[in-house]
């Protein structure tokens, strides 16, 4: 489906369903192209291949709403009893005075830069190319060590476009792809059986780094074999930058316009306040180019802004998307993060962990969970004991407890190995009076 042809189906749906009684309408149109290539014990495990059209109708009728969607989209007599009957079924809904769209001067109005976010060659990529690509993983492995008892390569690709448009004025639509590799080792020593990933992603196919990714999946299998719970204690740790996110996320998600206004976040009422240390400075970014989260409008239509969430420590903004700003009285500024960069600092991984004396270095978390309210977390982890500067031994079956409000008030230094596979641009992390339990 073309753009054009969506934003012909998507102006139809938004007058049909103003013309049958709501008072607003927003509609989004999107596809999706994508292809997962799977291989083990050189055969093609799995091979998929999707072609999704989707259309996402938000309903506003006499103070009610409703959210509709449907994949059903070259009928439009069908389609418009489908709007018809789901404006009939709002009507059933209970009155939510704070349901609008948002308001027109807010929105993003165009004439944006190219942010470069789609592999214009998406379609031209041979599929051969990409069992090959899977395949020549799994060869990184094979035979490398004796050890190995699986391996499993995946190709992934997806090719997405979508436009939107709301009745009070606001059109918009954007495009991005995505490609990675990823290699997934099991290994065998005695009874235990360490199992090591590694993964690459690009939105160029051109960009995506195609070797080694078996290689370093092996390696990190085979750094796992001896591990052991070690003494409980507190001590510092240090975060691999590829995990970072674990504990972030706990901290984004308590700048969300629901958990506050659900009371389920430890930072209410905090905006102005030093929630963390001088280290903790981090920038909403929607305008890198080629960047994984950017984007020039949000999901209302809102235009983007860069922004600084966390400065020095000191919160400068939440997340709130127009609903909750009205609920909250509070100024929209988008429901969501794009690209969030952490200020990096001027130590790569292995600087980091030759200045600690005695800690455990993160590279792995299984399972746990945190509370928004309060901010007490726990969580399993794995990764090694860090001793006079040097990886002494794999560690396992440990947890570490906390607040998050104090760790982050504890991050003690920033790495400059910023991983950039990711919307959230973080570095290796390092946070001292961590609770580990163990032996």
């Not at 009957?85 to 001067?105: K, V």
């Not at 981090?282 to 999901?299: A, E, M, N, Q």
Request: aromatic share 8%.
């Amino acid at each position: 489906m073309t753009k054009d042809e969506k934003y012909s189906i998507a102006k139809w749906a938004m007058e049909h369903a103003l013309n049958s009684g709501a008072q607003q309408a927003r509609v989004s149109i999107s596809n999706n192209n994508s292809s997962q290539i799977e291989v083990r014990d050189e055969k093609i495990d799995k091979l998929e291949e999707a072609n999704r059209n989707s259309m996402r109708i938000n309903l506003y009728v006499d103070n009610k709403f409703s959210r509709i969607a449907t994949n059903r989209l070259n009928n439009k007599e069908e389609l418009g009893r489908f709007i018809e009957e789901a404006i009939a079924g709002t009507r059933y809904l209970s009155e939510d005075e704070f349901r609008t769209l948002p308001q027109p001067e807010l929105y993003y109005k165009g004439g944006g830069a190219d942010l470069k976010t789609v592999d214009h060659g998406f379609a031209s990529v041979d599929p051969q190319q990409k069992i090959s690509h899977a395949f020549a993983i799994e060869k990184e492995v094979l035979g490398k060590d004796k050890r190995v008892i699986s391996v499993t390569a995946t190709y992934n690709d997806e090719m997405s476009g979508s436009v939107m448009v709301a009745s009070n004025g606001f059109e918009g639509d954007r495009e991005n792809s995505y490609y990675s590799l990823r290699a997934s080792v099991s290994v065998k020593s005695g009874e235990a059986r360490p199992q090591g990933s590694w993964r690459e992603s690009s939105i160029n196919h051109n960009d995506l780094i195609k070797e080694g990714v078996g290689e370093q999946a092996l390696k990190k299998a085979l750094d796992k074999l001896g591990q052991k719970k070690i003494q409980s204690g507190t001590m510092p740790m240090i975060l691999e930058n590829r995990q970072a996110g674990r504990t972030l996320r706990p901290l984004i998600e308590a700048l969300n316009g629901s958990s506050i206004q659900q009371k389920n976040s430890f930072l209410i009422g905090m905006e102005g306040e030093k929630i963390g240390s001088d280290l903790l400075t981090i920038v909403d970014d929607p305008f890198i180019v080629s960047g994984r989260g950017s984007r020039l409008f949000d999901g209302e239509g809102l235009a983007t802004k860069k922004r600084a969430i966390i400065d020095q420590g000191v919160l400068k903004g939440y997340y709130i998307d127009t609903y909750y700003g009205k609920k909250l009285e509070m100024e929209p500024t988008s429901g969501s993060t794009t690209n969030l960069v952490f200020k990096p600092g001027d130590k790569d991984l292995l600087g980091l962990i030759a200045s600690m004396d005695r800690g455990i270095l993160v590279t792995g978390f299984n399972g746990g969970n945190s509370n928004g309210s309060t901010g007490d977390f726990s969580y399993g982890i794995e990764g090694f004991l860090v001793e006079n500067g040097k990886l002494s031994q794999p560690v396992s079956e440990m947890n570490i407890t906390g607040n998050f409000k104090q760790v982050w008030k504890d991050l003690v230094a920033v790495g400059n190995d910023v991983y950039t596979g990711s919307s959230w641009r973080l570095p290796s992390l390092v946070f001292d009076n961590i609770e580990f339990s163990g032996i």
